[in-house]
């Protein structure tokens, strides 16, 4: 259980723990580590827009959003 | 030799802050893997040159090739010693090139459109190459085969697996991982792993 984020180095480790399923996709079953992911960056997303000096932060984690929809999608980043 | 807790070994300052080694080889990429076509594959050189140009497989195959024994170090953690490489060096690529007095860094492109920049003095060191072989053996596609980048003294990102080309600039630019957040220089002796840092 990942404890609720904080400070702005919570929200970066959430997109940080992102990118490292992201990474690590083809190890598994792709469509887990995608969702699980995505599942991720939806929390980093929505604690940027509350925990105070995060904000810049959304724009990286919409991204990386927009990476996994081209990910599965079929086209690649 | 000494033994870290754990039974790790310590060589020596071999290993930056922070990593732990691995004796196999993770695989950890942003896209899926490419399918390699050598009929129509290209490595493209463009930019700040004299001599812009673009030569097939079997061409880049045959330019001067070297072998390098490196370290290899990746910012999610592990660290893998020894690894020898067999490649086109990045030199004999700016050599045929010729960059521009105004060249100062170079855009490495690759497949599926992911990008890592580098300073071209960085890039002149005798260990940076083209590799298409790691251990004696055609480098794996999921690896980086047929060919990716090397550059040991940097965080494996800067090492872009699945290279199609250089673009040589006359200003920085920053990479695919570069822009997402992570380091524009990315040392690993310095822990340069987040662009906060910079």
């Known amino acids: 259980m990942t404890a609720e984020p904080t400070t702005p180095a919570d929200v970066w480790a959430l997109i940080e723990r992102a990118d490292e399923l992201i990474k690590y996709a083809s190890n598994r079953d792709p469509a887990t580590a995608y969702a699980q992911a995505r599942e991720t960056l939806e929390h980093a997303l929505a604690a940027a827009c509350s925990v105070p000096g995060a904000a810049p932060l959304e724009q990286q984690a919409r991204t990386r959003l927009d990476d996994i929809a081209r990910l599965e999608g079929g086209a690649a980043t | 030799m000494k033994l870290k807790r754990g039974g790790q070994e310590?060589?020596?300052g071999r290993v930056p802050p922070n990593q732990r080694l691995t004796r196999g080889w993770p695989v950890l990429h942003a896209s899926p893997v490419p399918k390699f076509n050598p009929a129509i594959w290209t490595f493209r050189v463009w930019g700040e040159v004299t001599n812009e140009f673009e030569i097939p497989w079997e061409e880049f195959?045959?330019?001067?090739?070297?072998?390098?024994?490196s370290d290899f170090h990746c910012v999610t953690g592990w660290s893998k010693l020894d690894n020898t490489?067999?490649?086109i060096s990045f030199a004999e690529i700016a050599r045929r090139a010729e960059p521009k007095p105004t060249a100062t860094h170079a855009l490495i492109h690759a497949e599926y459109g992911y990008t890592a920049n580098l300073p071209i003095d960085a890039m002149m060191d005798d260990d940076v190459l083209f590799a298409w072989s790691h251990d004696s053996a055609p480098l794996e596609a999921e690896h980086g085969g047929p060919l990716r980048l090397v550059v040991p003294k940097l965080y494996a990102w800067k090492s872009v697996k699945w290279v199609r080309g250089v673009r040589f600039l006359d200003h920085d630019e920053r990479g695919y991982w570069e822009v997402r957040g992570y380091h524009n220089r990315a040392d690993p002796w310095r822990e340069e792993r987040y662009s906060w840092q910079e």
């Open chain 2, 85 to 87: 490489w067999e490649g």
């Open chain 2, 10 to 12: 310590d060589l020596d």
């Open chain 2, 61 to 69: 195959r045959a330019l001067p090739a070297v072998t390098t024994t």
